[in-house]
């Protein structure tokens, strides 16, 4: 079992940065391959980025190419999201999922391959 909470949302102008954290509950953090999800108002929720269990592996909306990171840090439980040149558009509630993929670099942009999910945090940003 993996309980995740996301921090680091607010508001920011266009063009601006945030970073986003996601902490993890459990001994086994290392094992679980990670994702970043966005769902904005009246929207679908879409991938933005994962990260492989050892962080070896990343993988890109490519909306986002170039402009957002997706690290881990397994020794803190914790999975980032640094955003740059950030748009009106992607305003949404953020969330982080887990999915246990020990072993193997694999990386998925399916919601539907992750078990964990936080409780997402607000990004705003304004025009």
């Known amino acids: 079992q993996v309980q995740l909470v996301e921090s680091g949302g607010g508001l920011v102008q266009a063009g601006g940065s945030l970073r986003l954290s996601c902490a993890a509950s459990g001994r086994t953090f290392s094992s679980y391959a990670m994702g970043w999800f966005r769902q904005a108002p009246g929207k679908e929720r879409e991938f933005v980025a994962a990260?492989?269990?050892?962080?070896?592996?990343?993988y890109y909306a490519d909306s986002v190419k170039g402009r957002f990171t997706i690290s881990r840090d397994n020794a803190k439980n914790t999975v980032y999201l640094q955003m740059k040149s950030l748009k009106p558009e992607e305003t949404a509630v953020y969330y982080c999922?887990?999915?246990?993929?020990?072993?193997?670099?694999?990386?998925?942009?399916?919601?539907?391959?992750?078990?964990?999910w936080g409780q997402g945090t607000q990004v705003t940003v304004s025009s």
């Open positions: 999922a887990a999915r246990f993929w020990y072993s193997v670099e694999r990386v998925s942009p399916s919601e539907y391959e992750y078990d964990y």
């Open positions: 990260i492989s269990w050892s962080g070896g592996n990343t």
